[in-house]
């Protein structure tokens, strides 16, 4: 099970950090991501960690602005959004694959948190 927090409304140029605790799982076998989706589009990955935290991937959309982060210890996962766009609206997901490498592909994550949601407008 994944318990996500964070989200809310926030200015452009803003910053939110979401969290992600989970349990049930063995967390820290397991490489970790964040997605998003518009609605009326596909979900798409906008970052993922590998287990052991040296592979990581970011969406070019995001990349020097979002943060991926793992505390395999308390075993929750986090996403620093800074300098926020309005086009970076959207409901925002964790999510755990069964494996230890990262995937570029939301089909390839298995456990879900839930949506939280992401409003950038002044």
């Known amino acids: 099970q994944l318990q996500a927090s964070g989200g809310g409304l926030v200015q452009p140029g803003g910053s939110l950090r979401h969290s992600c605790a989970a349990s049930?799982?063995?967390?820290?076998?397991?490489?970790i991501g964040w997605l998003r989706q518009v609605s009326g589009k596909e979900r798409e990955v906008v970052s993922c960690?590998?287990?052991?935290?040296?592979?990581?991937y970011y969406a070019d959309s995001v990349k020097g602005r979002f943060t991926i982060s793992r505390d395999n210890v308390k075993n929750t996962m986090y996403l620093q959004m800074n300098s926020l766009k309005p086009e970076d609206t959207a409901v925002y997901f964790c999510a755990a694959r069964n494996q230890p490498i990262i995937s570029t592909s939301p089909a390839d994550f298995i456990y879900w948190g839930q949506g939280t949601e992401v409003t950038v407008s002044s």
């Open positions: 960690i590998s287990r052991s935290d040296n592979t990581k």
């Open positions: 049930g799982l063995t967390f820290d076998d397991y490489a």
